[in-house]
């Protein structure tokens, strides 16, 4: 049943009562949704490309995750771990600590975002090593708390206006391999941003000081950029020989995403602390830190914790989802649906000369849009026109990347063949626009 309010009216109200620094793809008003399929108020369907960013990969409203979510609501909804504890904070830390890499003793401790957990793995990192210092990436993106913007590489939307921000944090080169110099082969390419990254230390930040580096195994709103194997197990190894806490920010690359549950299992490393967010839930905010005991174990009682970190409804929720993903084998059809979307862009690159780079990890897709494939300028123009059609015909697209010139694919992992052919039937038609 549609809402007696009008699409209009709460257009209006948004208008006059949110401010515009939150950003809205779609101008649309949800109703309801299921699987990979948004209705609004006015009955139009729209197919999800976008999942919340990366927070669906079980879809809207999963009949096994609302039904975990409405009995424990029935029960209680949030007496506070930190004042009475509950078993599904204590069922999921066990959980996490068992389906995360690595085999030494863990822990897990939940928080409500992305930004949080980022945070506190850096906070525990200071306290486990006894250092200050904290090292991302160029492009990374962890969040938009002041230490997380630190971390993060885009200015705007970003960063812009919002400083200062905090200090001891430094950028170190991440492997771009679409851009790189092109009198380098792959394998030269590779090598040279090895060294560029231990002349960083050298120039920039002695290891001795860094607490923690924090890598995104794929980078997510720097593009869904994929980094070199052989590039990954240098900074694990690098982060071995000094002492280094290595923070995997599985934020939008866990859960399945990229065809395994975790994305640093591509790389044949294991970190020492992974973050977790966005699909954890399905929806709901939770977050968490999972990894080595003797890290998280390193505060003292009271110096770790949230008001409303590890909800009991989010954590009932998020157990239904890992559940559903080994159940419903997710993991196949990740890879399955990559393949799928991959296809459709080749036959897109066939066909229009600014279809750059198509670049994808399971269902972690992305394509670069470009002026032209010889000259490899990012062209954010012809993306937002691309966007634009989508967003108003029917399909929920995103954007990424600094220059804001790529496409990503963050559709549900459940979703159908019916939904997917449909969403790509949009996404034709916008390329051709």
Same mark, same amino acid.
């Given at each position: 049943m549609a809402s007696s309010t009008t699409m209009e009216d709460l257009q209006a109200k948004r208008k006059k009562y949110v401010p515009k620094g939150v950003s809205n793809g779609n101008l649309s008003i949800a109703h309801h949704a299921k699987g990979a399929t948004i209705v609004d108020i006015d009955q139009n369907e729209w197919i999800d490309f976008a999942g919340a960013i990366g927070t669906l990969n079980v879809g809207h409203s999963h009949p096994k995750v609302t039904a975990a979510v409405k009995e424990q609501v029935d029960k209680f909804l949030h007496p506070g771990f930190n004042v009475i504890m509950y078993e599904g904070y204590i069922k999921l830390a066990e959980k996490l600590c068992k389906i995360t890499p690595g085999n030494? =003793?863990?822990?897990?401790i939940l928080f409500n975002s992305g930004a949080e957990a980022v945070e506190n793995a850096v906070k525990v990192s200071r306290k486990f090593t006894g250092r200050q210092a904290v090292v991302s990436f160029v492009r990374g993106f962890h969040g938009r708390t002041n230490l997380t913007l630190s971390m993060t590489s885009k200015v705007k939307p970003y960063k812009f206006g919002f400083g200062p921000f905090a200090s001891e944090v430094y950028q170190a080169p991440y492997p771009y391999l679409y851009r790189?110099?092109?009198?380098?082969?792959? !394998?030269?390419? @590779? =090598?040279?941003? @090895?060294e560029e990254f231990k002349r960083f230390f050298a120039a920039t930040v002695a290891p001795e000081t860094v607490a923690c580096i924090v890598m995104e195994p794929v980078q997510g709103e720097g593009g869904f950029i994929i980094p070199p194997k052989k590039f990954v197990k240098f900074v694990r190894d690098f982060c071995d020989d000094h002492g280094i806490v290595f923070v995997a920010? !599985?934020?939008?690359? &866990?859960?399945? #995403?990229?065809? /395994? *549950?975790?994305? @640093?299992e591509h790389f044949d490393v294991v970190p020492d602390l992974i973050t977790v967010s966005k699909s954890l839930a399905a929806g709901l905010p939770l977050s968490g830190v999972v990894g080595k005991a003797e890290i998280l174990n390193a505060a003292?009682? &009271?110096e770790l914790g949230g008001t409303y970190a590890g909800n009991p409804v989010a954590c009932a929720a998020a157990l239904a989802v890992i559940d559903i993903i080994e159940e419903e084998d997710l993991l196949? /059809?990740? !890879? @399955? *649906?990559?393949?799928?979307? +991959?296809? /459709?862009l080749l036959e897109l690159q066939a066909k229009h000369e600014f279809v750059g780079e198509i670049r994808r990890l399971g269902a972690m897709v992305a394509v670069e849009i470009v002026d032209n494939r010889?000259? /490899? #300028?990012?062209?954010? +123009?012809k993306t937002n026109q691309i966007l634009k059609y989508a967003n108003e015909h029917g399909l929920l697209l995103l954007s990424a990347g600094i220059d804001g010139n790529i496409i990503r694919f963050l559709a549900p992992l459940v979703i159908t063949d019916e939904e997917l052919n449909k969403g790509l039937s949009i996404l034709e038609k916008a390329f051709a626009q």
């Open positions: 030494f =003793d863990k822990q897990a790189k110099p092109d009198h380098m082969t792959d !394998e030269q390419y @590779i =090598d040279w941003t @090895i920010d !599985e934020i939008q690359t &866990g859960f399945g #995403r990229t065809g /395994k *549950l975790f994305a @640093i003292d009682p &009271g196949t /059809k990740s !890879e @399955i *649906l990559g393949q799928k979307i +991959e296809k /459709k010889q000259n /490899k #300028r990012p062209n954010k +123009e």
